[in-house]
């Protein structure tokens, strides 16, 4: 008997302890007077498409569940399965979009159709893809504690990127942490998710210095698939080593976005270009639900002839006043920010501040006494009004054209020229006319299976003086939309080291320059850049990074000369 009440107590003490360290359940508020709760919805979901545990169903039934309006569906691919049609299920607004795997990093394309070739390759073609063919790109993950997950390269243009990704904030986080989430899952489920969070100090600088130079979005981005891996490898989840843990409707109750400025009609089409064109502009902010419920944020800033909303841009004539408030007054610290500093910050209800017209990037975090993390994580986050010019599209200029160029092929047979291929391809070099000379026709058929890599390379020799020149350029048109690795390769080891720059072409004749120090490694090789001094031949290559085994083209390239 005594022993049983030993045990009994013993039951309740720990039960208790545990108890006292749960995470505290979300702060419930009250909306601001006079306002409706606006649109919310998340964005980065992989359903059983890709590595998902849940079908389309599941994840907008969890979804309706938590009083989401809409989700954001980016099953992982090459961008060319043809994206369902905006549809309501459960009531929630369901948008189709695509995580799209590059050479350096992950991103997502939304709004975009059925791509016609495979999407993939270096982080800047990608975008460059992703914006031609009227998507927009969110760099995903691009913080991750993982390389391979890592966004390398930050001069590409993307139009946003993920401030907070739920999955990488998992696998950035110490092994006590993760036993203390999964000590408090069972008792409170989001705020238990919650702790994992963190307030992204690198990543947000990151964002602070695009920002001085041109418009990027920020947003929050789940990352929900329903499941926990269990090897610490990278994305897609490999579906043998991960639990089905957390489910859709927790990771939707821990943050999401809030887009102020959308009614939703009813008509999937036109509600999801809504939705898709304020995402586009920045016009959201970012709330983290589990600490307090509902987040509501007014962000302007007001000039002397206009007013501006967060993602647009101000000019004004006389000094500009800025105004931030929350529905949690007295609790909370907004803060603002000009140019990645903080400017002012206040626990009252309101923050106002008068700056001049002069270019200034300013936005708004929110803390929330209590929030999760190291340093804690912010529990609203605005996007940038711009103010005075700031976040003006910084033009590169444009290199100089060549003072000096020699012609490689021009008219006349194509000396030296030849092809190498994968057993199973085919491919053919001819020489036909064209106005007022010849120009060489490539034909090639991408036989055999991905497995086998196929490959054609159409083979320039490079001459003794390449070294000389920085650049090459020729005219080039094909039968269909597709990219051609422009490549150059030194005689090192079995197959030779490469460099390439990939360009896109299509039946539009487009006479195309490839600077050789704009170009990449393929694979590894012992410099950055090309050793031009070395280079014996230039290829242009079609190969399986943006074309699929099967597919037959031709390709029509003159007038290939080197400049300086
Ligand atoms: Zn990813
Ligand atoms: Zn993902």
Partial sequence: MTRRLAMAIIVVAVGAAWYVTLPPPPVTLMLASGTTESVRGVIHIHSRRSDGTGTVDDVARAAAQVGLKFIVLTDHGDATREPDAPAYRSGVLCIDAVEISTSGGHVMALGLGKAPYPLAGDPRDVIEDIARLGGMSISAHPGSKRPELRWSDWSAPFDGLEWLNGDSEWRDESPRTLARVLLAYPGRRSSALAL????????????????????????????????????????PYDRNSSLPLPGYAQVFRTFSITLPQVTLKGNPVDDAAAVLAEIRAGHLYSTVDAVATPAQLSFTANGTESTAMPGDEIRSRGPVTVRAATNAPGSDEIRLIRNGEVMASTRGVMLEQTVPPTPGVYRVEVNFPGAPGEPPVPWILSNPIYVGG???????????????????????????????????????????????????????????????????????????????????????????????????????????????????????????????????????????????????????????????????????????????
């Avoid at 789940?222 to 926990?228: I, K, V």
Wanted: charged share 25%; no cysteine; net charge neutral.
């Fill in 196 to 235: 994992v969070l963190d307030r992204p100090d690198e990543l947000l600088r990151r964002w602070d210095e695009l920002t001085q130079h041109r418009r990027v979005m920020a947003i929050a981005g789940s990352d929900a698939h329903a499941r926990l891996g269990l090897r610490t490898l990278g994305e």
């Fill in 390 to 564: 700031a976040g003006q599209n910084s033009v590169t200029p444009p290199r100089p054209p060549a003072r000096r160029v020699v012609a490689r092929y021009d008219n006349g047979p194509a000396t030296g020229w030849r092809f190498e291929k994968s057993e199973r391809a085919s491919a053919a070099l001819d020489v036909i006319g064209a106005v007022g000379g010849t120009q060489l026709l490539l034909r090639y058929a991408l036989g055999g299976s991905l497995a086998e890599g196929p490959f054609v390379a159409f083979v320039m020799p490079a001459g003794s003086d390449v070294a000389s020149y920085d650049r090459l350029t020729f005219t080039v048109r094909a039968d269909h939309p597709m990219r051609l690795s422009v490549q150059v390769r030194v005689p090192e080891g079995a197959a030779g080291e490469r460099w390439q720059r990939s360009v896109y072409v299509d039946d539009t004749p487009r006479t195309l320059t490839v600077f050789f120090d704009d170009m990449t490694a393929v694979g590894t090789t012992a410099s950055p850049r090309p050793p031009l001094d070395r280079v014996e031949s230039v290829l242009f290559v079609v190969d399986t990074v943006n074309t699929k085994p099967g597919t037959t083209g031709q390709l029509w390239i003159d007038d290939v000369q080197y400049g300086r």
